[in-house]
Every structure is written in C-alpha cells, then in structure tokens.
C-alpha cells in the first residue's frame, strides 16, 4: 500500500511540474476550515463501532495554478478528526488530492466553480479499543464559489468525499462523507 501512495505522489508532483507550462500568472494557496459530516456513523473494524458523526478539527491546504480557459489545477490537504465508542478513541482522517476546477466569470469577483479531486487517502486510529492505519485511493467532487481580489480571495466550497481506506488484514473505515468550508486564500 505505501508503494502505491509513493508511486501516486510521484506521478502527482511529476505532472504539477509539466503542467505549469501551460498555466498563467496565477497561482494561489487557501487555508480552509468547515464542518465535516460521516456519511456512514455505524461501521465495523474490528468490531462494531458508533462514529460520532460530526468531524472536529477540520483543515484543508490547497495549492492551484490557474491554466487558461478558468481551468485550475493544484494539490490539496485535508483533515479532520472523528471521535468513536463513546469518545474514547479517535480516527484521523487524511486526504492528499489533485484537483482540477474550473471556474465561471459572472461577475468581477464573483467565480462560482465545480471540480473534482483524487488521490491518496489515510485513517489513523488511536485509543483503547483500536489502533493502527490504513490506506487507499479516494474521490472528492466540489462546487463552490471564489470571491477573487487582487491579492486576496476568499472561498465557500461544498465537498463531498469518497474513501475507503483499508490495512493490510482488510479492515476498513468509511471515510467519506460531506461538508462545507470556507476559507481565505493568498493571490500571486
């Protein structure tokens, strides 16, 4: 499984790399946060176990060079917490994406988007009743809007998450799920 996230990240910055070729003078990075919903709150790792549904400590990085045509590619970082049986133990939720966006001119500063993501995702469980991680490839699809200005914009996007992660005996958590954030991104 790590080769296969290694070969992934690979392939990942190798294409960011030649893709800029083809991109404009944009570039930017947006730090978001937001409220992360479990689709699934009842799952089986070892057991049967109870997700609190609602994520905490939800954080996302993303990186995008603008292309022309509106078209945006970048990378992105998600994560969040998810507490289960009764609290005591907690699931880490990581996601590494590749996105591609693309963006509508309806007005100056107002760019509503639609865009999809891929990549590497992972879960880390911790407490007394399970520890241990696991990965495996994941999905996003978003849609959101971009109130760009000269040196700054800020973003509201809509997220929905589709992975799976799974170890090595074959136990798997249901990461997916959906969320809103926002978020303020820095221009150059």
């Known amino acids: 499984m790590k080769g296969k996230i290694l070969k992934l990240s690979a392939f990942i910055a190798t294409l960011m790399i030649s893709i800029t070729s083809f991109a ?3 570039h ?3 730090l978001k946060t937001g409220q992360f919903t479990f689709g699934d709150k009842t799952q089986v790792i070892e057991t049967a176990v109870l997700f609190d549904e609602n994520s905490t400590s939800e954080f996302a990085i993303e990186y995008e060079i603008k292309l022309r045509n509106n078209l945006t590619f970048g990378g992105e970082l998600i994560r969040y917490k998810n507490t289960f049986d009764t609290g005591s133990n907690n699931a880490t ?8 966006k693309k963006y509508f001119d309806v007005a100056t500063h107002v760019q509503p988007f639609i865009g999809v993501g891929a990549g590497a995702s992972t879960v880390r469980l911790s407490g007394s009743s399970s520890s241990g991680t696991a990965g495996d490839f994941g999905l996003q699809f978003m849609a959101g809007i971009k109130f760009p200005f000269e040196d700054i914009s800020a973003v509201i996007e809509y997220k929905v998450i589709s ?3 799974s170890d090595d005996v074959g136990s798997s958590v249901d990461l997916s799920g959906d969320g809103l954030f926002a978020g303020l991104a820095i221009n150059f």
């Open 24 to 26: 404009d003078t944009y």
């Open 93 to 100: 939720g990581t996601h590494f994406f590749a996105n591609f």
């Open 163 to 165: 992975a799976e992660p």
């Open 28 to 30: 930017n990075i947006t």
